[in-house]
């Protein structure tokens, strides 16, 4: 893992390895914009998850399904790596939807004291996780003067 973890603002660009960013292109003239589709899958669900401020021990990934991840309160942090490489870790502010790849670690926390995500993933979820060798305290990137 990198000695240094950057928080970075979420662009097409910047996101582009892990997923996309959930958004309206305005440039497009359909007034229904399709942002993922996964026709091969059955069934989907919908849930909320509430973060806490914490330690980051652990990544998640999933190789059958995208999974979005959509702010709706609080402030949110996501961590994401490349299969191949779980330990080059990026950390971005969640600070609008986002549809991450198959096959991504990934993990969240919150920056407010609390915040809570609305999750959208393939009804049938398969797990992977991946331990991290020195836990992450995400508080320690933003301190409590500057949300």
């Not at 240094?4 to 910047?14: F, P």
């Not at 959509?70 to 402030?75: A, D, S, V």
Request: proline share 4%.
């Amino acid at each position: 893992m990198s000695n240094e973890l950057i928080l970075k603002n979420l662009t097409a660009e910047s996101f582009k390895p892990y997923g996309d960013i959930i958004a309206f292109d305005e440039n497009l003239q359909d007034r229904f914009q399709v942002i993922v589709n996964e026709p091969q899958t059955e069934g989907w669900r919908i849930a909320i998850s509430r973060l806490t401020r914490g330690k980051i021990n652990k990544l998640g990934l999933h190789p059958n399904t995208r999974e979005s991840f959509e702010p709706l309160k609080g402030i949110s942090v996501m961590l994401v790596a490349r299969e191949e490489t779980p330990q080059q870790l990026e950390l971005f502010l969640l600070d609008r939807p986002v549809c991450i790849h198959r096959n991504i670690w990934h993990a969240t926390a919150a920056l407010s004291a609390e915040a809570y995500l609305k999750i959208t993933e393939n009804s049938f979820v398969q797990s992977r996780e991946y331990e991290l060798k020195v836990s992450l305290d995400i508080g320690m990137f933003i301190s409590d003067s500057s949300i």
